[in-house]
């Protein structure tokens, strides 16, 4: 009998750990960075086999770990670490319909709106000490993934687990 | 006449006094009441009742409100302004080493995307420090560097600063009437591009928050517990990408060697380093030695052994 308990207890912890997955299959979510690099497996060693950029509503289709596999509709699917995608809705371009959900709605946030390059600019008027030009330099620099896996390689360092 | 927003503001506590609700209610709840309220009794026009709505709204919110995209914006002017602070060590190799280094480390952390990524430079400073700002803009001082003395060592210091911009640290330092702030006049304008004073407003709320995240990331320091969390994150991170943890703890080791009493370094704006290192074991606790290879001493020793 307890043996029985026991194994319900863990059918339902099980049940419940599917239901309250975040990325759960067949829901819709937004790309919350400014390019996405969908992959052939749930790793960043993966092959790249699509890009997506801020906003892109895409469907998931399934999960693993931190990772869930995307698509747009009727586009290309790929894996795609979790970290890059939110639950809300991103509004790409501000309208007069805008005011009536309000910057602040829990379900969409208004991409390009708030603390912006506008709000940058202001602030670069008025703080003229103030150079950007090192923050635009270290933008740039981009470490492609065949890089970094020779990187791990070459200095026999042996990933134990995590986001790869 | 005075813009809506500042109208919205000042009519926001007279309206929500009109309603006397339990305290468990939501300020959502109570800026819709209210707003009912204040319409019903004559007190607003209907487009002010909406505002009181959304900018009520905007009241419990905090900084887990601040979208990524606004994130970035908040941490490319932080950046600008430690950049600002100290010289920015203009070694090619010194910082693409670290930029490779740095990238690779954030894969394994739990927050491997930002809106705009991670990105790392060399400070050339003696002074021993390193800042992240929000969105994964890090900076670590050649003083800090020279306490470092493997690619494991400088892993611990970066994994720590990603942990900052994991745990949202920074944002955290921002005062929330600045939220409130630009929230409700980000609620209450339309989505056109903003008017005159309410873009001086939010410019004001950005300012201010630019201010809140350095002042406490270069004078005060961030709470005990945010170090540990940050800490906790690093050894997280090291030990997924395969490197020593044990590495937090020699670098540590050798920073309480330089550290000065009341210099304007990490000595101002983090625990003793004792009260870390001793943290740090207990998260570490029985896990195997990481050997090194030699290649991957050589190529430290290569890229910052000697700036």
């Known amino acids: 009998m307890r043996q029985i308990k026991r194994w319900m207890g863990t059918v339902g912890l099980a049940a419940l750990t599917v239901v309250s997955a975040w990325a759960a299959a067949g829901k819709m979510m937004s ?31 399934e999960s693993q770990g931190a990772w869930a596999r995307v698509s747009l509709p009727g586009g290309t699917a790929g894996w ?43 602030f670069k008027k008025t703080h003229k000490a103030i150079d950007f030009t090192w923050v635009d330099k270290m933008e740039k620099i981009k470490i492609p993934s065949l890089e970094i896996q020779t990187f791990l390689k070459d200095g026999g ?4 687990g995590g986001a790869q | 006449m005075k813009p809506l927003v500042r109208q919205i503001i000042n009519l926001l506590p007279a309206v929500l006094a009109l309603v006397i609700l339990p305290a468990c209610q939501t300020m959502d709840a109570i800026s819709e009441v209210g707003a009912a309220v ?22 419990g919110k905090t ?5 990524p995209e606004q994130e970035y914006y908040i941490g490319r002017t932080v950046g600008a302004v430690v950049i600002n602070q100290y010289k920015p060590l203009a070694n090619e190799e010194a910082n693409h080493y670290l930029n490779v280094l740095g990238q690779t480390l954030a894969q394994f952390s739990d927050k491997p995307e930002t809106f705009g990524g991670y990105h790392f430079l060399i400070m050339e400073t003696e002074e021993i420090n390193a800042f992240s700002a929000p ?28 942990g900052h911009v994991e745990k949202q640290h920074g944002l955290q330092a921002i005062k929330k009437s600045r939220i409130t702030s630009a929230l409700t006049i980000l609620a209450v304008e339309s989505g056109k591009s903003l008017g005159g004073e309410d873009l001086a407003q939010l410019t004001e709320a950005f300012e201010g928050s630019i201010g809140d995240i350095t002042s406490t990331m270069m004078n005060s320091g961030y709470a005990r517990g945010f170090e540990r969390q940050a800490d906790q994150a690093a050894v997280t991170t090291l030990q997924r990408a395969g490197y020593d943890p044990r590495a937090l703890v020699s670098m540590l080791t050798e920073m309480k060697k330089y550290l ?14 004792d009260d870390r290192i001793a943290d740090v074991e207990k998260m570490i606790g029985a896990a195997a030695a990481v050997p090194a290879p030699v290649a991957r001493q050589a190529r430290f020793a290569q890229a910052v052994g000697k700036i």
């Open chain 2, 260 to 273: 000065k009493p009341g210099g304007r370094d990490f000595a101002k704006t983090h625990p003793a380093p």
């Open chain 2, 38 to 59: 204040g319409q019903g009794a004559g007190v607003l026009t209907p487009q002010q009742a909406q505002s009181v709505k959304k900018a009520g709204s905007a009241v």
């Open chain 1, 157 to 160: 360092v042996v990933p134990k």
């Open chain 1, 80 to 122: 795609l670490h979790t970290s890059a995608l939110t639950s809300q809705k991103i509004a790409l371009s501000a309208g007069k319909d805008d005011a009536k959900v309000g910057a602040s709605g829990d379900e969409l946030a208004l991409a390009g709106k708030g603390f912006n390059s506008d709000i940058e600019a202001q």
């Open chain 2, 135 to 162: 969105g994964g803009l890090v900076f670590i001082s050649r003083g800090m560097l020279k306490c470092c003395k493997s690619e494991d060592a400088v892993a611990a210091v970066l994994a720590h600063e990603i």
């Open chain 2, 63 to 67: 900084f887990d409100s601040i979208t």
């Open chain 1, 31 to 61: 790309v919350q960075v400014k390019d996405a690099q969908m992959r052939d497996k749930p790793s960043f060693i993966g092959k790249v086999v699509g890009s997506l950029a801020y906003g892109d509503r895409v469907e998931v289709q």
